[in-house]
């Protein structure tokens, strides 16, 4: 663990960054979930600290998931809170025995067509459901991002929920800190020797208190109260904090429903996780990967604890862990970080943190939206063919639609028939290892007749294993296909040889230019 403590000057900064945009989120997705938004914040606690220390993963930051919602809020309703905290703590031993025995693999099998799809349409609905936050409507908790709302509407009806009582305090303190969010994000101020310095994020949060601490002494009329306002649990004493920390129910263990949402909270948390990792691993500007077994097992314990103490399902969050890249994070330390901030927040300073506009927040999350679904990662997929842009879009609105897991599902599905249809055939390489004449080591990598993204795990976990200072031969003579998926794993790992003192030789490999229809 020490060896990340030389990042804490990257890493501290950008865990402000990420406790601000994961502490609404704790508190929404609880409240979604028809729990206490104290739940929330254990999950947090919990997914920051324990999990973020045990994983493995760089950059991804873990929490209550927006996904499992309807499925914790129908358990919650079903077998009562401290039953559902026997399934939740069930479900983590469950995830610890999947990465014990090694099926983290699956993550390697989703089309990036489709993970890209996924990080497209979480940033337009983060866009979509922000924007009534902006404008000061927060009848619906902040974090829900299925199609069908709590209150009844649904993401683009709710869109129109502000104009029907608009709220001028959150409309000027949520457009103040747009404006200063984009002002810091431009070249102008990065540059700046004290102010690149500044977080954005953390500076928008100040700005958008003080403005409403202002309103207070000459505009009464636009004071943002109550629910405008974060809404951390404040408890008077050590009692009534003990009094929150729900225990499971042991005695339920006889009963079959346990393990039916046990299964159903493994199997979703599993996947949101692979799925999550898979992207944020993407975006890494050093392509660093994620074990994902070792994933499984740090969410499974960090699951069985948080249903021990009366938390909330975790999974590892792709908005949160965005926001972590954003912010400049090199080291899983940020996401330790920000779970030690949630904490201080909850035993000492939540009267401090409830003085936050949720406006301010919104525009947060509007930017971190924004640079999800920027408008050239739709012209670079479109580059790419009709084989890769269907599927990312028809992801995309499969989970505008519905929800993140039923989306991923429709887009795998549509992902694989185009495979099927351009008749890819499941492959082997063949590696062949000698002395270069310098006595480096040479590792002669040949692919197949056919490459495809079922390749594409087998061909990670080969460059994966390749020792630093060696000579590497990729070699596609012999290939008539090579999907890009496949390439891509190639494109990323041509990115990083510099670092790893390795030299690298490709022979007949597409470039990828060559994959854009003209």
């Given at each position: 663990?020490?060896?990340y403590?030389?990042?804490?000057?990257?890493d501290?900064?950008?865990?402000?960054?990420?406790?601000?945009?994961?502490?609404?989120?704790?508190l929404?997705?609880a409240?979604?979930?028809?729990?206490?938004?104290?739940?929330?914040?254990?999950?947090?606690?919990?997914?920051?600290?324990?999990i973020?220390?045990?994983?493995k993963?760089?950059?991804?930051v873990?929490?209550?998931a927006?996904?499992?919602?309807t499925?914790?809020?129908?358990?919650?309703?079903?077998?009562?809170?401290?039953?559902?905290?026997?399934?939740?703590?069930v479900a983590?031993?469950?995830?610890?025995?999947?990465?014990?025995?090694?099926a983290?693999?699956?993550g390697?099998?989703?089309?990036?067509?489709?993970?890209?799809?996924?990080?497209?349409?979480?940033?337009?609905?983060?866009?979509?459901k922000?924007?009534?936050?902006?404008?000061?409507y927060?009848?619906?908790p902040?974090?829900?991002?299925s199609?069908?709302?709590?209150?009844?509407?649904?993401?683009f009806?709710?869109?129109?929920?502000?104009?029907?009582?608009?709220?001028?305090?959150?409309?000027?303190?949520?457009?103040?800190?747009l404006?200063?969010?984009i002002?810091?994000a431009?070249?102008?101020?990065?540059?700046?020797?004290v102010?690149?310095?500044?977080?954005g994020?953390?500076?928008a949060?100040?700005?958008?208190a003080?403005?409403?601490?202002?309103?207070?002494?000459?505009?009464?009329?636009?004071?943002?109260?109550g629910?405008?306002?974060?809404?951390?649990?404040?408890?008077?004493?050590?009692d009534?904090?003990?009094?929150?920390l729900?225990?499971?129910?042991?005695?339920?263990l006889?009963?079959?429903?346990?393990?039916?949402?046990?299964?159903?909270?493994a199997?979703?948390?599993?996947?949101?996780?692979?799925?999550?990792?898979?992207?944020?691993?993407?975006?890494?500007?050093?392509?660093?990967?994620?074990?994902q077994?070792?994933?499984l097992?740090a969410?499974g314990?960090g699951?069985?604890?948080?249903?021990?103490?009366?938390?909330?399902?975790?999974t590892?969050?792709?908005?949160?862990?965005?926001a972590n890249?954003e912010?400049?994070?090199?080291?899983?330390?940020?996401?330790v970080?920000?779970?030690?901030?949630?904490?201080?927040?909850?035993?000492?300073?939540?009267?401090?943190?409830?003085?936050?506009?949720?406006?301010?927040?919104?525009?947060?999350?509007?930017?971190?939206g924004?640079?999800?679904?920027?408008?050239?990662l739709?012209?670079?997929?479109?580059?790419?063919?009709?084989?890769?842009?269907?599927?990312?879009?028809?992801?995309?609105?499969?989970?505008?639609?519905?929800?993140?897991?039923?989306?991923?599902?429709?887009?795998?599905?549509v992902?694989?028939?185009?495979?099927?249809?351009?008749?890819?055939?499941?492959?082997?390489?063949?590696?062949?290892?000698?002395?270069?004449?310098?006595?480096?080591?040479?590792?002669?990598?040949?692919?197949?007749?056919?490459?495809?993204?079922?390749?594409?795990?087998?061909?990670?976990?080969r460059?994966?294993?390749?020792?630093?200072?060696a000579h590497?031969?990729?070699d596609?003579?012999?290939?008539?296909?090579?999907?890009?998926?496949?390439?891509e794993?190639?494109?990323?790992?041509?990115g990083?040889?510099?670092?790893?003192?390795?030299?690298?030789?490709?022979?007949n490999?597409?470039?990828?230019?060559?994959?854009?229809?003209?």
């Amino acid at each position: 663990m020490f060896k990340y403590l030389k990042h804490f000057k990257q890493d501290f900064p950008a865990s402000i960054v990420v406790f601000l945009v994961a502490l609404p989120l704790c508190l929404g997705i609880a409240v979604a979930s028809g729990a206490s938004p104290f739940a929330g914040l254990i999950s947090g606690i919990i997914g920051g600290i324990v999990i973020g220390s045990l994983s493995k993963s760089h950059l991804s930051v873990s929490g209550p998931a927006a996904g499992l919602v309807t499925i914790v809020s129908a358990a919650i309703l079903d077998l009562g809170y401290e039953t559902f905290l026997l399934a939740v703590f069930v479900a983590g031993l469950m995830q610890l025995l999947l990465g014990l025995i090694r099926a983290g693999i699956i993550g390697h099998f989703f089309p990036s067509s489709v993970i890209k799809g996924m990080l497209a349409a979480i940033g337009l609905i983060l866009i979509l459901k922000q924007v009534q936050h902006m404008f000061g409507y927060d009848d619906d908790p902040m974090g829900e991002i299925s199609f069908i709302q709590p209150d009844g509407e649904n993401t683009f009806t709710g869109l129109f929920k502000p104009f029907e009582d608009p709220q001028m305090g959150p409309i000027i303190i949520g457009f103040i800190c747009l404006a200063l969010l984009i002002l810091w994000a431009s070249g102008t101020i990065k540059k700046h020797k004290v102010l690149g310095k500044i977080p954005g994020a953390v500076l928008a949060v100040v700005i958008g208190a003080l403005i409403n601490e202002i309103f207070k002494m000459s505009s009464p009329d636009l004071i943002v109260t109550g629910k405008h306002l974060v809404n951390v649990p404040i408890f008077e004493s050590w009692d009534q904090f003990q009094s929150e920390l729900r225990t499971p129910d042991f005695s339920a263990l006889g009963n079959f429903k346990v393990y039916e949402v046990a299964v159903t909270l493994a199997l979703v948390a599993s996947l949101e996780t692979l799925l999550s990792i898979e992207a944020v691993d993407k975006l890494d500007p050093h392509k660093r990967r994620t074990p994902q077994n070792t994933e499984l097992r740090a969410q499974g314990i960090g699951n069985a604890l948080s249903g021990l103490v009366g938390g909330l399902p975790i999974t590892a969050v792709i908005v949160r862990s965005t926001a972590n890249l954003e912010a400049k994070a090199q080291s899983k330390m940020s996401a330790v970080y920000h779970g030690l901030l949630l904490l201080i927040t909850v035993v000492l300073i939540p009267f401090i943190i409830n003085l936050i506009p949720m406006a301010s927040l919104a525009a947060i999350l509007l930017m971190v939206g924004y640079k999800l679904t920027r408008p050239s990662l739709y012209k670079e997929q479109y580059k790419l063919g009709w084989n890769r842009f269907i599927p990312f879009i028809v992801t995309i609105l499969a989970i505008l639609f519905s929800n993140l897991l039923y989306g991923v599902i429709i887009g795998l599905i549509v992902g694989i028939f185009f495979i099927l249809r351009s008749n890819y055939i499941v492959t082997t390489q063949s590696d062949e290892e000698g002395e270069h004449e310098t006595g480096v080591k040479t590792i002669h990598i040949k692919l197949s007749e056919h490459v495809s993204f079922l390749n594409k795990a087998k061909l990670q976990l080969r460059l994966d294993k390749i020792p630093h200072g060696a000579h590497v031969v990729i070699d596609g003579t012999y290939t008539k296909d090579i999907d890009y998926d496949a390439a891509e794993v190639i494109y990323n790992f041509q990115g990083v040889v510099e670092e790893r003192d390795i030299k690298l030789e490709l022979k007949n490999i597409p470039k990828k230019e060559d994959y854009y229809v003209n």
